[in-house]
Each structure stands twice: as C-alpha cells, then as structure tokens.
C-alpha cells in the first residue's frame, strides 16, 4: 500500500470534515478521527502482524459516510469511501478489502467482533475508546441542547453501552479504558453502590 495515498486520503477526508453542512464539522477531525488514530497506533503495538497501513486507512475510511451524508452514513461510506479509494489511484483491491472491512465494522451489533480480522478489531476497539476521550460525549449535549438532560443522559448510556458491549474487543484496550467506562457511567446517571468503599 502507498503511504502518499493514504495521506492524499487523510487530507480529502478532514477538507471534507469542515463542510458546515456537517453537523460535527467544528470537532470531528481533532476530537475524533485524530484520537482514533492514536489509540489505533498504540494497539498496533501489541499486534505487530496487523496491516498499519490498512488500520490507518480504516481510521480516516470508518466515518467517511456520514460526512458526507449524516442519513445514509453506512451505504455512503462503502459506496463513496470506494469510489474516492479509486479514484485516489488505490488498487481495487486493496479498495475494496477497506470497504469490506468497514462494512465488518459497521455490523457491530449483529456480528461478533472478536472474529473479525486484526485490523477491524483494532480500529473498532479505537473507535469505541475514542468516544472516552476529550469532550466526545459532552458535544452530544452540545448538538442536543433542546433535549431534556435526562434523554441526553439516556442516550449516552445507550452510546456507551454500545462501544463497551459490542465495538471495545480487544483486551488491552479493555483494561486501559475501564476506568473511563465507570466514570462515564457515573456521568450517565449510573451510581455505585458507595463512592468511598468500593
């Protein structure tokens, strides 16, 4: 694979994230795709037989859709994601494995991860860890504030509980974020039985 493609890529992909007809244009990039590709990178650590190039591709490919079309994300990513592949002068194959994958990626709640490739459980697992860091699930409150707090807490549950149960596979990505996990339930309105006696 070519590292000047990818790149070409990454640049196409964070123009097209400023697009003020994108609800997330203000953050996506910094927030999200960036912190992806740093969680995706420090897994890649421990699975050294992984494509990085192909996980860094997935990265900046995972979320492609719904810049472009918030309502249709899924079909756009596989549809327009290999069409600009293609376009960018990747091979077909190459082209559509990244696709595929994605599409691996993006059946999370009726497939079961943990068999996927390497390469789809790493960049799942950043996804999901992603959503921990920084103010991700603040901005939901950010983009929603005419929802009542308590739908706005509701939804985060159903969010969190989603990339914990289903997209977070990988054991080392498990460990490090446990703890973000609790807290963020705690945010969510998920107490403990005691806060200083655990």
């Not at 985060?156 to 339930?185: G, Q, T, Y």
Request: glycine share 4%; with cysteine; net charge negative.
């Amino acid at each position: 694979m070519n590292q000047d493609k990818i790149n070409a890529f990454i640049k196409h992909v964070k123009e097209a994230s400023t697009n003020p007809d994108f609800i997330h244009h203000e953050w996506f990039v910094e927030w999200h795709l960036e912190i992806v590709e740093r969680i995706a990178f420090e897994l890649l650590d421990y699975y050294p037989a992984a494509d990085k190039q192909l996980v860094q591709l997935l990265v900046w490919l995972h979320d492609y859709g719904k810049i472009l079309d918030f309502d249709n994300q899924y079909t756009k990513t596989l549809s327009a994601g290999k069409e600009k592949l293609l376009e960018l002068g990747f091979d077909e194959v190459i082209a559509q494995k990244a696709v595929d994958y994605i599409e691996t990626l993006d059946r999370k709640m009726e497939l079961e991860l943990r068999d996927a490739p390497i390469e789809v459980q790493i960049v799942s697992s950043a996804d999901g860890c992603s959503h921990m860091v920084g103010p991700f699930f603040n901005l939901w409150w950010y983009e929603n504030s005419t929802k009542p707090y308590e739908e706005l807490m509701q939804d985060n549950l159903v969010k969190l509980a989603k990339d914990w149960d289903r997209k977070i596979v990988l054991p080392e990505a498990r460990k490090a974020f446990e703890w973000r996990h609790k807290a963020l339930l705690e945010k969510s309105g998920v107490m403990p039985e005691s806060f200083i006696n655990e």
